[in-house]
């Protein structure tokens, strides 16, 4: 049996992750939680070996941030939202400096995807 979300062996790096957020991150969550936008998120998500930063189960959205370093994983970002797309799910893609400097478009963006 495989295990799709949440797989155990990625336990202590999603803790990991949840507990090092970014800047740009605790701003989004802070928007995100307890259904402020009329739907579930959940952070630092995993589905089969990715790790999503946000993910709503009930509209199949992921939602990634990303920083400088992703210029550099243009291909493995790639790899990802083809896996997650087999799946069903679609992936908005942000840059850090997005949500800190203009947060209120991120979540206009968010909730034109629902």
């Known amino acids: 049996m ?4 949440n797989h155990p062996k990625l336990k202590g790096r999603r803790k990991e992750l949840r507990n090092n957020q970014t800047e740009a991150e605790n701003l989004l ?3 995100l939680r307890r259904n402020q936008l009329g739907y579930k998120f959940k952070r630092q998500h995993s589905i089969g070996r990715f790790i999503l930063d946000f993910y709503c189960p009930e509209k199949k959205l ?12 243009k291909q493995y970002d790639k790899e990802r939202e ?13 840059w850090n400096s997005e949500v800190t400097k203009d947060l209120n478009s991120v979540i206009q963006k968010i909730v034109f995807a629902f």
């Not at 495989?2 to 979300?5: A, K, R, T």
């Not at 083809?82 to 942000?94: C, D, H, Q, V």
Request: no cysteine.
């Open 82 to 94: 083809a896996y997650l797309s087999e799946f069903g799910i679609k992936t908005l893609r942000f």
């Open 29 to 31: 969550w802070e928007k």
């Open 2 to 5: 495989v295990i799709l979300y």
């Open 62 to 73: 992921a939602i990634e941030l990303d920083g400088a370093q992703h210029l550099e994983n």
